[in-house]
């Protein structure tokens, strides 16, 4: 079942912060953060997973409530570059290397 | 090093007609992706490969849809009587091993079934 992700979209000024979330109805195994721009492919920000163990960008932080089944990607002092959609993808099974389930995306914009 | 490659970056055919999209991984990377991206929406698995083998086909929509690994590297994601419901970008990732996490995708096939 496809992770729901919010917001769907936000606008922010350059430096500041952003939350996105993302939340599914399934137990979690992993989850995985994608940016994309328009028109290109997504590109690699972090992966969560069960038990605590983090792999992404020295820039980029993101939480991983096992529990409730949420995952929060946290962006400061937001950069123009940072513009474009953010996916979380989703593992439900146990292989680390599953197919992904991806939620909608929330478009992130950032003005100078 | 070389990304994931993808080939032709746009096809255009006619409904009906059976298209083949190819898929060139980052060199050494055993594990496989295929997914589709509709317009405003997220990528959409179909299928992935540890190997030669399909690890898991379930995404693919229907038995119009198949997709191949002969000999563990390059994949073809091929699609038979094409709809104008098929219409879509096909991504193809790859990763390092089981359980390596990081999925590098591909700039994408963008397919039009007119």
């Known amino acids: 079942q496809q992770p729901v992700q919010s917001p769907q979209a936000v606008i922010l000024r350059e430096g500041e912060d952003a939350v996105i979330n993302c939340s599914s109805s399934?137990?979690?195994?992993?989850v995985h953060w994608y940016r994309q721009k328009h028109g290109e492919a997504p590109v690699f920000l972090m992966i969560?997973?069960?038990?605590?163990e983090q792999k992404g960008h020295e820039k980029i932080s993101a939480s991983f409530n096992e529990k409730k089944q949420q995952s929060s990607l946290y962006l400061t002092a937001s950069q123009l570059s940072y513009s474009g959609t953010y996916f979380c993808?989703?593992?439900?099974?146990?292989?680390?290397?599953?197919?992904?389930?991806f939620g909608k995306g929330t478009h992130l914009i950032i003005q100078p | 090093g070389a990304g994931v490659s993808q080939t032709p970056s746009n096809k255009v055919t006619e409904k009906g007609k059976y298209v083949e999209l190819r898929c060139d991984p980052i060199?050494?990377?055993?594990?496989l992706y295929w997914y589709r991206q509709s317009l405003g929406q997220g990528p959409e698995f179909l299928i992935y490969?540890?190997?030669?083998?399909?690890?898991?086909d379930s995404g693919l929509p229907n038995d119009r849809f198949f997709a191949v690994r002969p000999e563990g590297s390059v994949s073809t994601l091929k699609i038979q009587r094409t709809e104008r419901g098929d219409s879509a970008v096909y991504l193809c990732?790859?990763?390092?091993?089981?359980?390596?996490?990081?999925?590098?995708f591909g700039p994408g096939t963008r397919l039009t079934v007119l």
């Open positions: 990732a790859s990763s390092y091993s089981l359980g390596s996490g990081e999925q590098f």
């Open positions: 399934k137990a979690l195994y992993s």
């Open positions: 969560l997973l069960k038990g605590g």
């Open positions: 993808g989703t593992v439900t099974s146990g292989g680390g290397a599953d197919g992904l389930t």
């Open positions: 060199s050494g990377h055993t594990a």
């Open positions: 490969f540890q190997g030669t083998g399909a690890a898991d």
